[in-house]
């Protein structure tokens, strides 16, 4: 009976350790094994992932290999694995429970995906739009679920850097300023000119009519836009955009010559007999521009792009502001035989966070069937916008 039952006794012993060794060669390979710890812990500083330990320090540091098993500095960033003393003193309170395999790390309903079943390749997981990435060398090849489960990043060197942000098809921009300079060019025909004096000699006395009394001060002629909506929309890979918007451009033109607009005279501009020392006209339209836009790199935030396109303007009002010591302070409002519609070509140039634009225009800045004066107004300067 004991000669019967010795091999028998080690028949089963034999048949329950190779059991228990494919049931832990299994535990590896297994979807469903548990390869990440049941909770994290997250703090402002800190993610848990199983007994992997990710931990953002101050300060600059340069990777190297620490000779603590487990542990590897990368930047501002520490990749390691906790302790067991560390593994006691923690406590539940902030931890949350996740899936071994797909899990979200939520930071003040900011959620983060960590997909260690889905890795970008052998070498490489991604923690949201972070990849991190090891570094092997090929007598110490290890997966990652072995080097997360063990803590073991020996041999490895790790790298972070983060992927593009996804672009979208449409980004809509609110309220962008633009500051310039404004200027015009006078087209006004000689013969018109001499049509506007009809009745004065050029030696006769008192003031004409003339290309000098429109003269600008330049440095006090501005152009201020406010772009109330703008957006952009994809149509080739993101490097060719449609840009359309809608928002009001404030021409400011001051005169160094006392010509004044008004309703009431012929033709609604006059040289006036006082000197001022301060009259502009301020002229205002409703304006939707269309663009093209070229970015050739558009990840990049720093990178180079253009845009170039046309505008729409409808004249909203002007204002003829005048100070002289005579009269005072005075405002006209009105017309003044403006145009009533306004249309620009226009463009911009961007290099990063510098963005320039310029307008010129197409048409007469005033009513050409009814006035002898042809201005073609124009503007360069600085937009303050994110695209």
Known sequence: MKKTFLPLSVC???CFSIQVL??????RTSPTAKLLSDSIQIKSDTITIGNMLIVKKKGEQNYNDNKSRGTIAIGNVVIGKWSNDENKNNTNRNRKKISPYNTTIDFDDKKVSFDISQSVNEDTVRLGRLQIIKSQDSNYKKDWVSMIEEGDFDNTKITIKRTPKKLKNT????WILDIGFANFVDKSPNLMWLAANPNVLPYGPGPIMSPENFTLNNKKSTNVNIWVVTQKLNLYQHKINLKYGLGVEMFNFRFDKSISFREDIEKNVKFDVIPFTKNKLLVKYLTVPVQ???SPNPYNKKAFYASIGMSAGYLWNAINKQISGERGKEKFRGNFNLNDWRFATIGELGLGSVRLYGSFANSNLFNKNQSYIDMQ??????RFSKF
Do not use: K, R
Not at 22 to 27: E, G, P, T
Not at 171 to 174: G, I, Q, Y
């Open 171 to 174: 980004e809509t921009n609110w």
């Open 22 to 27: 494919a049931q832990n060669d299994s535990s």
């Open 377 to 382: 107004p124009f503007a360069v300067g600085l």
């Open 292 to 294: 093209f836009n070229f």
């Open 12 to 14: 089963f012993l034999m």
